[in-house]
């Protein structure tokens, strides 16, 4: 089942060239949503007898006059330059699945190990893993070609990608088991899928019957299946968007692979030009960052807006309340000044009243201390301290007693102990404690 986001990223223009014997194809699409149109094609003739000044400057104009020298081509391999095989390896870690694909494509080609180049990438089941193996050479050969004549170049890929890419372009197929022919000069070409082979791609000389045999060897498919045209395999192109788009394209391959570069999210991410070397100029591509970042902005702005709108909004809902509540609090304040107003009064007469109890028993602590026949001649009570005077059979141990008791303390004599008739004469002053 096809993602809904592939409606919304399929869409944009694509470049595809094809090496076809002596000459260049050049297949140019329009890609919007579900409309596909084959804006133009070029055939440049005898491109390796030619100066690449001359042949890039037919092909620059040609992609000017449909407002496309901003892209980047996909170029298909020659298939005689690329070994494409699909490898079934068990489930494995993604971090580990390089050093799995290099292990097994050592054994598939016949180069030196720092002249093969690879890329793999990974088809609709996990453990099938479609890879591509073609010479350094022949990269750096195509590479230094398609830059003496000025062409922008985003991936060198094989045929078996770019159809299977273009096959799934707009929906899955309907039958996961199926084979497909397209004639040519010199040939047919021939795709086809099934379950016992993902991708099978050849360009078969000869007989048609031969043709059919092997690949139904090749797919073990039945003996009575029916071979469809490629085309009907692939996005019709119709929907035209101006008067220099089409229906028609010469070749099934070169028109899967501007498919891919119209739409690259879409393709299978197969690519054997080196990372550094490919350009990536379609405008389109900006379209995601600029959306997200107007998005971002767009939060940014209303997240300030928001958090200032909360704050005044807070802030009238607070003072609304306050004005609200005022009133009460008022009252609430009146009350708790009157509550203490009266509990000052009523703790003041409660200390008054406690007086009057705290002097008699003071009185009554000096009745226990001096007692008979010693007397006091003279008593000053005041709310802190006390002066008595008087005589006792020995004013010694007077202080001592005084302290001792819970109503006196820090006592001290006045003036010596005086002698008389009957005993001793003292008077003393003494600290009051515990009195309100």
Not at 13 to 36: M, N, P
Not at 128 to 136: C, E, F, K, Q, S
Not at 332 to 359: C, G, H, M, N, P
């Amino acid at each position: 089942m096809m993602s809904p986001l592939r409606n919304w990223i399929r869409i944009g223009s694509g470049v595809g060239i094809e090496f076809d014997g002596a000459d260049l194809l050049v297949t140019a699409v329009r890609v919007r949503f579900e409309r596909v149109a084959v804006s133009d094609e070029l055939r440049i003739v005898n491109y390796a007898s030619r100066p690449a000044a001359e042949w890039g400057a037919e092909y620059a104009a040609f992609l000017k006059r449909l407002e496309m020298h901003h892209l980047a081509a996909y170029v298909l391999l020659p298939r005689e330059s690329a070994t494409v095989r699909v490898l079934s390896l068990p489930p494995i870690k993604s971090s580990e699945m390089d050093a799995a694909v290099r292990y097994q494509t050592e054994s598939l080609h016949p180069y030196a190990e720092d002249e093969a180049v690879y890329s793999w990438t990974r088809l609709d089941k996990p453990s099938d893993i479609l890879v591509a193996i073609t010479r350094r050479e022949t990269v750096d050969q195509l590479t230094a070609l398609f830059a003496e004549a000025g062409i922008s170049t985003a991936c060198f890929t094989v045929n078996a990608a770019a159809l299977y890419s273009a096959v799934r372009f707009l929906k899955a197929p309907a039958d996961p088991e199926f084979a497909a022919i397209e004639s040519a000069a010199a040939g047919m070409e021939v795709y086809g899928e099934s379950r016992s082979r993902a991708v099978f791609s050849a360009f078969v000389t000869g007989p048609v019957a031969r043709m059919e045999i092997l690949t139904r060897a090749e797919l073990r498919l039945d003996p009575d299946q029916v071979f469809a045209p490629l085309r009907s395999l692939l996005p019709p192109p119709g929907n035209a968007f101006n008067e220099l788009d089409g229906s028609e394209y010469q070749s099934s391959r070169c028109y899967a692979a501007a498919l891919c570069a119209a739409a690259p999210m879409l393709a299978l991410r197969l690519n054997l030009l080196p990372k550094e070397l490919r350009q990536n100029s379609s405008r389109l591509l900006f379209v995601p960052t600029v959306v997200l970042t107007a998005l971002l902005m767009a939060c940014i702005i209303a997240l300030a807006l928001e958090s200032r709108w909360e704050q005044r909004e807070y802030s009238r809902k607070l003072k609304s309340r306050i004005a609200q509540v005022e009133p009460a609090a008022q009252r609430a304040r009146l009350l708790e000044l009157r509550t203490r107003k009266a509990i000052a009064a009523t703790q003041q007469v409660d200390a008054f009243r406690l007086r009057s109890k705290a002097d008699l028993d003071a009185l009554d602590q000096l009745s226990k201390i001096v007692t008979p026949p010693g007397y006091l001649s003279s008593l000053e009570l005041s709310r802190s301290n006390a002066q008595l005077a008087g005589e006792a059979p020995s004013a010694v141990g007077l202080l001592k007693a005084l302290d001792a008791s819970p109503h006196f303390r820090n006592s001290s004599f006045m003036q010596t102990i005086g002698r008389t008739k009957d005993g001793e004469s003292f008077r003393v002053k003494t600290d009051r404690q515990g009195t309100p």
